[in-house]
């Protein structure tokens, strides 16, 4: 059974910054594909971004491209979000989900095999 823990949540003010973490545990096969969602209020989630084991960014969405960054860490088992110029339309719910060896990546929630339960980035003065 794969396990995600989200860190790095908090309240910043409008063009601060923040990181995100998600640290993985479990089959290695099985969060070969980690990717970063949000979920704004009465929303479906969407994909921000995803990774492969091998390295690799597959995607951003297009809201955040130039403004954030994923980096994967193997030797830690963690996948980073680096989130610069952070906007007040950046709050929401971040999650990071994982998909199997063998599959891909996938800016659809319903594709995603397991999840963490979410971190909260407020983006306000």
């Known amino acids: 059974q794969v396990q995600l823990v989200e860190s790095g949540g908090g309240l910043v003010q409008p063009g601060g910054s923040l990181r995100l973490s998600c640290a993985a545990s479990?089959?290695?096969?099985?969060?070969?594909?980690i990717g970063w969602f949000r979920q704004f209020p009465g929303k479906e989630r969407e994909g921000v971004s995803c990774?492969?084991?091998?390295?690799?960014?597959?995607y951003y969405a297009d809201s955040v491209k130039g403004r954030f960054t994923i980096s994967r860490d193997n030797a830690k088992n963690t996948v980073y979000l680096q989130m610069n110029n952070l906007k007040p339309e950046d709050t929401a719910v971040y999650y990071c989900?994982?998909?199997?060896w063998g599959t891909g990546c996938s800016p659809s929630p319903d594709d995603m095999d397991y999840w963490g339960k979410g971190t909260l980035v407020t983006v306000s003065s």
């Open positions: 990774t492969r084991k091998t390295g690799g960014i597959m």
């Open positions: 989900a994982s998909r199997k």
């Open positions: 479990g089959s290695t096969l099985d969060y070969y594909y």
